[in-house]
């Protein structure tokens, strides 16, 4: 069974910067595509990146403020964010991209205020 754990996520100033990480298990995470999506109050849930599994990457209108990245040797799927605004305030998760796995994780809330 997959697992996705977000973490990294928290309270930061207008301005600011953060790195999100996303630990995969139980899969063949080398082989996937994977993304960044988020989901702010009240809205859909939106894709904000996503990177193969050789690195190429695509944003979906953050270019230039986030810049995911990946570690297949640790499994892990990294979301470095700056720049931040106000309305990227929302909760971020990963998961694999088109398809993606049927169980998200948790995700990582980052609250951006000043």
């Known amino acids: 069974q997959v697992q996705l754990v977000e973490s990294g996520g928290g309270l930061v100033q207008p301005g600011g910067s953060l790195k999100l990480s996303c630990v995969v298990s139980g899969s063949t995470f080398t082989a996937y595509t994977m993304g960044w999506y988020r989901q702010a109050p009240g809205k859909q849930r939106e894709l904000v990146a996503t990177i193969t599994s050789s690195g190429t990457t695509r944003y979906v209108s953050m270019k230039g403020r986030f810049t995911i990245s990946r570690d297949n040797a640790k499994k892990t799927v990294y979301l470095q964010m700056n720049s931040l605004k106000p309305e990227d305030t929302a909760v971020y998760y990963c998961?694999?991209?088109?398809?993606?796995?049927?169980?998200w994780g948790q995700g990582t809330q980052v609250t951006v205020s000043s």
């Open positions: 998961n694999r991209y088109s398809p993606s796995f049927a169980s």
